[in-house]
């Protein structure tokens, strides 16, 4: 007995009543006959059971929309046998079934239409990508078609001058437009003998594309529509409208034809296809790859040879060789690399592509990319000719004396993260939350701020903290969000830590860089009234302080100090002397050009620095005066001071600093200095014949008068 009686009698009830040969009771899924008048989702589902029906806030009135679901047509010619029954095409008979799409665009997420036959096989189906907006791929009986690649078809052009639409709503003046010629319209044939084809046109945008070939020995029947949508979104979810299925009756004869694809003599492959007898089949070349070498498609000989025999004709489809090309992605200053991301070799004609940092620093200076408004930092180019760059412009950046910086994903304490937006909208492609409080960087004394950038969706504050006290709290906004902290200062060495907070997923919120900007630091001067220091970024000579660099004479008989004028730009890493009372003295950050100093042989001090008893002079106190000496072997100089390097064989035990009198500067105190009878200026300078004034001779202070 029929397990759908009431299907039974409804169906009996229509032909009684002569009403048109299609059954569907509110969207219950099932035709029964064909034709199928066109389906405008007025009132219901009309011939599909699953989806939903309605405008959705849209202008282009009721559609079928199908949300993170499926919806089924099941076609059922048969009222009396158990079941539901394939409708069988005569052999010659043409069915064809048109609709309206409505694709749009979302950040992931396939929607797939595909007509099964009663064995289960795809006759005819295409998937759309609504992040690429593209069709993605084409079948036609269970296979890939031939020469396909896929291609835009999104709805569009949309109000919104430039953009195509991504949804139902208006917002951003982006919603789909009642226009039949800005939204796809699809149209599927299948015939008797197993010929079917599928073409896509949105006239406004010039798209049209058509495919066909054979189902070869699959059964030519039709069970099943299916439509099916990965995409949760309500807004943007995959439509369609205007359904209709044609049928009509043919008296055109078909015939098989072949296509050998051929590079030179050397046959790459080859297919079968179908068409009608007298017409000229669409054979869509193609690049193609085979044993990882890619061919070029050239051309057919479609138009010489005509259109298909009735006993079958042979098509040849030309490629050649794809050459190997080179390629670099740098960032340039000015057509100058400071930069260089990647590197690599790919086939011509192929799509590279690289993401990019924001911020680069090159030699002490940093720069920015700069973008336009479109905040992607990835770039992508065709290969056409061998050592491509693709070059990245950069520009002097707004961010100096930075004591840290780095990519967030790149710092060990916090949890990288590649997914949702991440990839196009952070710098790298990549960004990184805390999952526990994390150490982010060490700092020194002195005054800082932060500027950093966060990404994702409202509703979280990160928060950055020293000891107890949080000192910024950048939070996100729903898009890329740049911000600075105000100064704070540490009076001693500290950690600055990112408190718990923020997630990875579909949708996660993100902190993108971290720049540490130092505003100032302090410079300490003891009771002897000198310093050495090594300032850690750009820094301004205070009026409050003199400084000085240091140059060893020519007979290593006496350190000269020249004066740097107050107000003078002090270049990160350079080593100086500091003369004041004793206190602290604040040197504030500059993003001013540094000056130059010739005369000035302290050297800065590093980790390996240590003394060995005979060259390293490092400033100590000696009977409550600041001295030169040499330092005890295996004793370090502190990091963020500068010491001086002598020759061994000097007989300067030490140098006194002194202010006022005949001099101001570094003069040898020691009685062992060189006694070679000559006479040396108090700069160091030997002179053959001493004038009026004041001498070193033979280790002794003489004047001359």
């Known amino acids: ?100 799409a409505f694709q749009g665009w979302i950040g992931s997420g396939i929607s797939e239409f595909k007509i099964l036959n009663s064995e289960g096989n795809t006759l005819v189906g295409y998937k759309y990508d609504h992040n690429s907006c593209k069709i993605s791929e084409v079948k036609i009986g269970g296979v890939d078609v031939s020469g396909f690649e896929a291609f835009a078809c999104q709805s569009g052009p949309a109000a919104k001058k430039g953009k195509n639409c991504d949804g139902f709503s208006n917002k951003r003046s982006q919603g789909y437009i009642n226009d039949d010629a800005k939204n796809p319209q699809i149209t599927i044939t299948v015939s ?133 090309y080179n390629y670099s992605v740098t960032g340039k200053v000015d057509d100058v690399v400071i930069k260089e991301f990647a590197k690599g070799q790919n086939f011509e004609g192929e799509t590279v592509s690289s993401p990019y940092l924001r911020y680069v620093e090159k030699d002490g200076v940093w720069y920015e990319a700069a973008r336009s408004k479109d905040p992607y930092y990835q770039t992508s180019a065709v290969l056409t000719a061998d050592n491509q760059d693709l070059a990245i412009s950069y520009k002097k950046a707004d961010i100096n004396n930075v004591a840290f910086f780095a990519e967030a994903e790149d710092i060990s304490s916090l949890t990288s993260v590649e997914s ?58 729903g898009a890329y969000a740049d911000s600075e902290s105000e100064v704070f200062t540490l009076d001693a060495d500290a950690e600055v830590v990112l408190a718990a907070g923020g997630n990875g997923g579909r949708s996660p919120k993100v902190v993108d860089y971290i720049a540490i900007m130092k505003t100032a630091e302090p410079v300490s001067v003891s009771a002897v009234k000198f ?77 390996d620095t240590k003394g060995n008893g005979s060259t390293i002079y490092a400033l100590v106190e000696q009977d409550g005066k600041a001295v030169f000496a040499p330092l005890k072997e295996g004793v370090a100089v502190t990091l963020g001071h500068a010491y001086l390097e002598l020759p061994a064989a000097s007989a300067t035990r030490f140098y006194s600093i002194q202010f006022g009198g005949e001099t101001t500067g570094i003069n040898e105190v020691n009685a062992a200095a060189k006694a070679d009878g000559a006479y040396y200026t108090l700069q160091g300078v030997k002179t053959s014949k001493a004038a009026k004034g004041i001498y070193i001779h033979n280790g002794k202070k003489v004047v001359i008068k």
């Open 531 to 607: 310093a050495t220091y090594v300032p850690t970024i750009n820094v301004v000579v205070p009026a409050e302080a003199k400084v000085y660099t240091a140059k060893v004479n020519e007979a290593k008989s006496a350190v000269v100090l020249t004066e740097v004028p107050e107000g003078s730009v002090i270049a990160k890493g350079t080593p100086v002397l500091v003369g004041a009372e004793a206190g602290s003295y604040t040197f504030e950050a500059s993003a001013g050009e540094a000056a130059s100093f010739e005369n000035n042989d302290l050297k800065a001090a590093t980790a």
């Open 192 to 324: 008797g003998n197993g010929f079917v084809s599928i073409r896509f046109v949105i006239s406004a945008l010039k798209i049209d594309k058509e495919f066909s070939a054979s189902v070869g020995d699959l059964k030519t029947d039709l069970a099943s529509i299916s439509i099916n949508s990965s995409v949760n979104n309500e807004d943007r979810a995959y439509a369609i409208d205007n359904f209709s299925i044609e049928t009509e009756k043919t008296q055109e004869a078909t015939a098989s034809y072949i296509v050998k694809k051929m590079c030179g003599t050397t046959e790459l492959g080859s297919e079968t296809g179908a068409g009608v007898v007298g017409t000229t089949p669409t054979l869509a070349g193609a690049d193609m790859w085979v044993d990882g070498k890619k061919y070029i498609y050239v051309g057919n000989d479609v138009e010489e040879k005509g259109g298909i025999a009735a006993s079958g004709s042979t098509y040849t489809l030309t490629y050649r060789e794809a050459a190997t």
């Open 1 to 100: 007995m029929k397990q759908n009686l009431l299907k039974t009698m409804l169906v009996s009830t229509a032909l009684i009543a002569g009403t048109m040969g299609v059954w569907a009771d509110n969207g219950n899924g099932i035709i029964t006959s064909l034709p199928v008048e066109t389906q405008t989702f007025d009132d219901a589902n009309g011939v599909f059971k699953g989806g939903e029906t309605g405008d959705f806030g849209g202008t282009v009135g009721n559609v079928l929309r199908i949300n993170n679901t499926t919806a089924t047509a099941t076609f059922d010619g048969d009222a009396v046998t158990d079941g539901n029954q394939a409708y069988v095409l005569g052999n010659n008979e043409k069915v064809t079934i048109n609709f309206t």
């Open 420 to 477: 949702g937006y991440v990839p196009a909208r952070c710098s790298g492609a990549k960004a990184a939350y805390a999952a526990s409080d994390a150490v982010i960087a060490h700092l020194s004394a002195g005054s800082y701020k932060i500027k950093a950038s966060v990404f994702g969706n409202p509703g979280l504050t990160f928060n950055f903290k020293v000891g107890d006290k949080t000192v910024y709290s950048p939070a996100t906004t």
